[in-house]
């Protein structure tokens, strides 16, 4: 409570107490001391009832103006007239747009000219700037600061960003290099067995050369025994030698050919295109939203509780949600999973183990039969618009591409595949799969071929038992839902646990999961059927959506190009869509 003396300690201090819930005036009458509910707007005197009365019946005062408090004038500040020192300034030439003094109203120079009281011009003044005051401290600076704020955040969102392109190029670099290493070993093995090749022909002509010479070599020596005997009965050089001259002819050989090597014919543009390249978005840039002023007080409050769970204040308190549209997917009778397509197409899984491609008006695009289980988030699709899924019983992942072509992609071996995400941020796939009662998370490069495993923390507990959905957050973290841990399990992209979010106290039965563009995790629970929203670190933020606002057992959840949440439940083909961040 804070008590004035004075109207002048009430003049000064009016200012710094807009945004007070109360306070109490006293009346300005020398030992009155009562509450003060009128002003006389000549003597600037704050009054009580009954001080205002006495005023009234003074016969020196009875004409003053006397008013309701709030309706009172400021008291214009005294200053003299420059030509009249006596005088003070308290009126305004409308003409000239000067302040005068009553005397210099008579002067030639202002004669027919209309005059307004200064004191009038000046009350209405002051309370313009008190209400400019309370506008600024009430909707621009708060606006301003949730501004900056977002500035912030878009800043921190960046920096993730573009470490996450940076980490795709070295990636890529080191994928293109491994393929380079085992092309450049084929090659050298062909060459390899070239060689040893001809080395055997010609180990195996120089033999017959060999062969060749030493006949020649006996036959030399047998014509030499000829020339030497002195014994003609049994000499053959006295009878005709032609048998004796018919000597075998030189072996024919082939020379070797050698293979040739013809050198790659490659340029920067070429590495560019298989290496990637970063490129500006063609995308407008967004002006960032500023709400009308006349709505600030309405939603001020509001605002600002937005902006503390935006900025660090985490807020246990169920968010408000607005249902924006419906799709419903034909050839479904449930929907297990989903993954969105290129051109906003969805891709589903349902109950009878089928996957359904719809468009967004309800067109079943595909629909293929496999060999899945309920509740698993077994398919996904790539940054080239291919949809790869798990084929549980076979344990291999299949590759549909655009011309409904299904392929063999990836061979599980003993695991059994149940989940699978393909990366937003560098292509990589993420695979959950279980063997024996274990469970683990594979990484896949986008050609298939294995570079990673999680299966422990660094304490060698292990991360997983049934890792039946997956995703990818913004900054690089695998968030997996375990049904059997109860749990989603979130690790970093090198496998470093860093938190397990197990509920809000009751029994936590987590189903579909996903990330929205500001890395906030999205988990059905399909026990307490509920969506919980989670921040990047593992925070509960609060339950998005309960089963009173349509969330009858969700059990997948997705985010469209519009940061919309779509809601897959176990005993409908409906999907509703719901907006949750303002």
């Known amino acids: 409570m804070i008590i004035y003396e004075n109207p002048r300690q009430m003049a000064l201090s009016e200012s710094q107490i807009l945004d007070t819930a109360q306070h109490f005036l006293m009346c300005g009458i020398e030992d009155c001391g009562k509450n003060c509910l009128f002003y ?14 006495e005023h009234q019946r003074s016969p020196e005062t009875k004409n003053h103006e006397l008013v309701p408090y709030r309706h009172r004038k400021d008291q214009l500040p005294v200053e003299k007239c420059r030509d009249h020192p006596t005088k003070d300034l308290d009126i305004l030439c409308d003409q000239c747009s000067v302040p005068l003094c009553s005397k210099c ?21 002051s309370a313009a700037c008190r209400q400019e005051i309370q506008n600024i401290k009430a909707y621009f600076i708060p606006m301003a600061n949730d501004l900056q704020n977002e500035i912030k955040l878009d800043a921190t969102n960046i920096k993730t960003i573009m470490g996450g392109i940076r980490s795709s190029m070295m990636d890529e670099a080191k994928s293109l290099k491994t393929l380079v290493d085992e092309v450049t070993s084929d090659n050298i093995e062909q060459v390899n067995k070239m060689e040893d ?17 030493s006949y020649l070599k006996d036959l030399v020596n047998q014509f030499y025994g000829y020339l030497s005997s002195t014994q003609f009965q049994n000499n053959a050089i006295i009878f005709p030698l032609s048998e004796y001259f018919k000597i075998r002819p030189i072996p ?45 007080s309405k939603h001020l409050k509001h605002t600002r509780l937005q902006g503390r769970e935006k900025y ?25 999973h989903i993954s969105q397509g290129k051109s906003s197409s969805l891709w589903v899984s349902d109950n009878g183990s089928h996957i359904v491609h719809t468009d967004l008006q309800g067109n079943q695009l595909q629909k293929i039969k496999t060999s899945g289980v309920r509740y698993v988030g077994n398919l996904t699709v790539t940054q080239d618009g291919d949809l790869i899924y798990a084929d549980i019983q076979n344990k291999v992942i299949n590759r549909i591409t655009p011309d409904k072509t299904i392929t063999e992609f990836i061979k599980t071996g003993d695991w059994t595949p149940l989940s699978i995400h393909s990366s937003h941020i560098n292509g990589d796939i993420l695979v959950g ?19 990673q495993n999680i299966e422990r923390d660094n304490k060698g507990q292990e991360l997983y038992s049934y890792p039946h959905y997956i995703t990818e957050n913004i900054n690089g973290d695998i968030c997996t839902s375990d049904s059997i841990k109860q749990a989603v399990v979130v690790v970093n992209k090198s496998g470093q646990h860093r938190f397990s979010y197990t509920g809000q106290g009751s029994v936590f039965f987590p189903r579909g999961v996903c990330t929205d563009r500001r890395g906030q995790i999205l988990v059905c629970d399909i026990n307490s059927n509920t969506v919980h929203l989670l921040d990047q670190d593992g925070q509960f933020l609060c339950l998005l959506l309960k089963q009173q606002q349509g969330a009858w057992s969700p059990c997948s959840v997705c985010v469209d190009g519009e940061n919309n949440l779509i809601v897959g439940q176990r005993e409908t083909n409906t999907l509703p869509v719901y907006k949750y961040l303002q």
């Open 40 to 53: 006389c707007n000549p003597c600037h005197q704050p009054m009580c009832e009954k001080c205002r009365d």
């Open 105 to 125: 109203s008579t002067m030639p120079v202002h004669k027919g000219h209309f005059f307004t009281d200064l004191e009038t011009i000046y009350t209405e003044n």
């Open 197 to 213: 090749s001809l080395k055997e022909m010609l180990e195996s002509q120089d033999i017959i050369y060999e062969d060749y010479i």
């Open 252 to 296: 024919e050989t082939t020379k070797p050919v050698p293979p040739v090597f013809t050198a790659g014919r490659y340029s920067k543009e070429m590495v560019t295109k298989l290496l990637g390249k970063i490129t500006v978005s063609k995308t407008e840039p967004e002006n960032r939203k500023v709400k009308a002023m006349e709505t600030a």
């Open 312 to 336: 660090g204040v985490k807020q246990r308190l169920s968010s408000s949600v607005t249902k924006v549209r419906e799709y419903t997917v034909p050839g479904a009778d449930s929907v297990h």
């Open 433 to 451: 799969m279980i063997k024996e009662g274990k469970g683990k998370v594979t990484r896949y490069n986008k050609t298939g071929k294995e570079i």
